[in-house]
């Protein structure tokens, strides 16, 4: 065993952002007020949209969302197969029905063609997550909505700073819900945001946050208390405006390692041409049929060299117990592809507090994992 760890994730927090905080909390704006306000606005303008409002976190984000733009009990909405369970839940907190969607295996996103074979006349929306921090052919995806007619929702939690085209994840959709939590690549140690351009949305994120009041005790809709604090607000404001800088930090560390282990037979991350991907997490897979290990032996093997792994997902949705109670087919029949990822799919460290030395022991402790020479 190692004495040495290099963890799979860690938040980068530095003077600033407990600078920021600390004047946060000797404000004595607590909940809601300025810091909140600039925070939003300085994100917004971040992603290129006319409004981001903050909520409780990525899930309440998604769910604002989705009841924002009109998704509502008995619509069915599509979300891909492989991705974290809060995609399908947040449409069945607002009783419609998730109806998967297979992905590629390129960048593990949503299938366009799939998207298309699973369209229904009950559909309402769909809802694209960049996973890993590679974003979906929004390009396809917008044009299949407006043809459509039906709701396009960016689920952008692990995509905060990533493009195409130049366009920014969050402002491709009718709306998109990012996550703040610790891991994600800028934290509010929980949080959340809707971006939009549409200002009936942004009107109705606003409301249902804030238990449907236009003005105080003037309850005109419906609504919950979805606000973050001063607090949170301030944390984010200093992650935000050292984004770019982690992001890049993740890009040189995702370019070090892909170089690193060209040649070891793992199938390793792309950046498809226009786009620009922002490593929330370094994902390989490993294919039986290209390298004589399993993926869980690989696991181990970097775990005793004290290199942390972790597995983004080990179970497409439909494979959770949760949608076969619903009745929902076994994934490999419905979404193939996301089967295959939940069965060979593994992240690597790649987080902006690694060092060149940090990357350097990954590259040697894999190539050692494989059999090869460090």
């Not at 405006?241 to 890009?251: D, P």
Request: proline share 4%.
């Amino acid at each position: 065993m190692s004495s040495r760890t290099i963890r799979i994730s860690e938040p980068l927090l530095e003077e600033d952002d407990i600078t920021l905080v600390l004047e946060a909390l000797r404000s004595g704006w607590l909940s809601g007020g300025p810091y909140v306000e600039k925070f939003e606005e300085e994100f917004a303008k971040y992603i290129g949209v006319k409004h981001a409002i903050t909520v409780a976190n990525g899930t309440m984000a998604l769910i604002a969302a989705l009841y924002a733009a009109g998704v509502r009990p008995g619509d069915e909405v599509i979300v891909p197969c492989f991705t974290f369970a809060a995609t399908a839940a947040a449409v069945v907190a607002l009783g419609a029905k998730p109806v998967f969607a297979d992905i590629e295996l390129e960048t593990y996103n949503i299938s366009v063609e799939d998207v298309e074979e699973k369209l229904t006349r009950r559909a309402r929306a769909i809802i694209a997550v960049h996973l890993f921090g590679h974003m979906a052919d929004m390009k396809r995806l917008k044009r299949l909505a407006e043809e459509e007619n039906i709701v396009l929702i960016e689920d952008a939690a692990q995509a905060h700073g990533s493009s195409l085209e130049g366009v920014k994840a969050g402002a491709w959709g009718d709306a998109a819900a990012f996550s703040f939590y610790a891991t994600k690549n800028m934290t509010m140690g929980e949080g959340g945001a809707v971006t939009t351009s549409n200002d009936e949305i942004a009107w109705r994120v606003r409301m249902l946050r804030n238990h449907g009041q236009e003005s105080k005790y003037n309850h005109v809709t419906f609504g919950l208390n979805m606000r973050i604090t001063s607090l949170q607000a301030a944390l984010g404001l200093a992650q935000l405006r050292k984004l770019e800088r982690m992001n890049e930090a993740r890009r040189r560390n995702a370019r070090m390692l892909s170089e690193g282990l060209r040649d070891t037979g793992l199938i390793l991350p792309v950046e498809k041409p226009g786009y620009r991907h922002v490593y929330h997490q370094y994902v390989v897979r490993v294919d039986p049929e290209r390298v004589d290990i399993t993926r869980d032996e690989l696991a181990r093997r970097l775990r005793e060299r004290g290199v942390e792994t972790a597995v983004h997902y080990p179970r497409a949705l439909p494979d959770q117990p949760f949608y076969r109670a619903l009745g929902y087919p076994p994934a490999e029949k419905i979404c193939p592809n996301a089967a295959i990822a939940a069965q060979q799919v593994l992240s690597l460290p790649v987080h902006p507090k690694l060092t060149h030395e940090d990357i350097r022991y990954v590259i040697r402790a894999v190539r050692e994992a494989l059999g090869m020479e460090g």
